[in-house]
């Protein structure tokens, strides 16, 4: 079977297809020849995974998985959720999201926070969502150069350190990523 | 395989068990002598139905699925959520909450919202969270009397009628929780 991800991003799907069998071939959206821009529009983390998936499997006809990530923060209601890539503009610099959420949170006696993936998968005609959560709080300061995104200023649930401090073996065990990447997985290796 | 559902609702554990295959027996709370309350006590859906199962399986030892759901209204930042059973008060009265949102929005352009059912199925040490979403938007009146909650003032996208309007049929067909039961019985008729 043929799954598309709907990604360009070489070193994610190398990932994925390492994790499945060769009978089912994961391929990027250069595979197909969809070198559009995909709508993210969508207001909720979901909504933008399914929008993904969708265009590809309306569009080139493909069964195709898409996913969206976003960081909800129990203080702010649940922001920047959808909008976490850019937070303070459209320029979607982490260092400028960081300093923003920081300075919100200046005056919050809360600081717990929740990273959230969804993984919306459109498979022979069925729509399927997991989602991976990792718990965890945002830091008065920013420590750590691993990761990306919000990673020095977020400490999972357990840890007396930050994403960016930890070895991408562990966020990778314990993050919201890879637990719904996994449960991705396991339901294609049960169902394919 | 016995599985326990965090709920006590004989015709929703009806409803599962009818999906599955004998080899799979759904056990309700009762059927465990589970007789305290379980928090629910999250911020979030997810949250809610993580704590649901989680209790269930860290106290009991069983393998075991629970749900939540809410209604998330977009021009009010994804509110009521998972406060929408208690939206207007402790007294969790459906004409009360239906009141206070129908209020909240006279003067919002958008009316758009989607419910959400989120399933937290805890098996065999590894944990999975299925989602089903039912875009809409809210009406500015109640109409129709089946179901419950919201669903008098919830037009689904593509319909002119309420979820309180259509036959329950539909409304399983089409809506957020029919979806993410889905999800759950396909990945357990897969694997188990």
């Not at 197909?32 to 933008?48: K, L, R, S, Y």
């Not at 995104?149 to 070895?167: C, M, Q, R, S, V």
Request: hydrophobic share 35%; with cysteine.
């Amino acid at each position: 079977m043929k799954l598309v991800f709907a990604s360009n991003n070489k070193n994610k799907i190398a990932e994925i297809q390492s994790m499945l069998p060769e009978s089912i071939k994961i391929l990027s959206l250069e595979d197909i020849n969809c070198f559009e821009d995909i709508p993210e529009t969508a207001d909720t983390i979901e909504g933008n995974a399914i929008l993904k998936a969708d265009y590809v499997t309306q569009k080139f006809g493909y069964n195709c998985f898409a996913d969206d990530t976003g960081l909800e923060v129990q203080a702010l209601n649940g922001e920047p959720g959808v909008y976490s890539a850019r937070y303070a503009g459209e320029q979607k610099n982490a260092d400028d999201n960081m300093n923003k959420l920081l300075e919100a949170l200046k005056n919050e006696e809360s600081r717990n926070a929740q990273f959230k993936t969804v993984i919306t998968l459109n498979l022979d005609g069925k729509q399927y969502l997991f989602t991976g959560i990792a718990k965890g709080e945002i830091t008065e300061t920013k420590t750590g150069t691993n990761g990306f995104g919000y990673d020095p200023i977020f400490k999972p649930e357990n840890f007396d350190k930050t994403f960016a401090e930890l070895p991408l073996e562990t966020k990778n065990a314990i993050g919201h990523r890879g637990k719904a990447v996994q449960q991705l997985i396991d339901f294609l290796n049960a169902t394919k």
